[in-house]
């Protein structure tokens, strides 16, 4: 990626992307991959490279919810996961933890 980028997963079907070329993740990112209108469990982001430089800030998603992979043989997927505050915010509307 060379600049700030959008990718959109708008279409209602779902939706799979593969990035087979190498991921340089940095710890200081200068540039962002914003995922928009992503649907858990339906679209899929995939790198063919190793997850080690995955760098979370370096993918937003426009729902709010947090970037993070998930590893499968040589390669690994981007996956969003909410935030610790709406995950403890759902826990207290429903009443605490049994």
Do not use: K
């Not at 063919?48 to 426009?62: G, I, L």
């Not at 690994?76 to 915010?89: H, Q, R």
């Amino acid at each position: 990626m060379s600049s700030n980028s959008t990718l959109d997963f708008a279409d209602a079907s779902e939706n799979t992307v593969w990035f087979a070329g190498s991921f340089t993740g940095s710890a200081d990112p200068v540039r962002v991959l914003s995922i928009t209108n992503w649907t858990y469990n339906l679209d899929h982001l995939f790198f063919s490279t190793d997850p080690t430089p995955f760098v979370a800030s370096q993918f937003q998603f426009d729902n709010r919810l947090t970037a993070s992979y998930q590893a499968f043989g040589g390669g690994f997927e981007i996956i969003a996961v909410p935030e610790p505050g709406t995950v403890a915010a759902g826990i207290v509307l429903l009443g605490g933890l049994p």
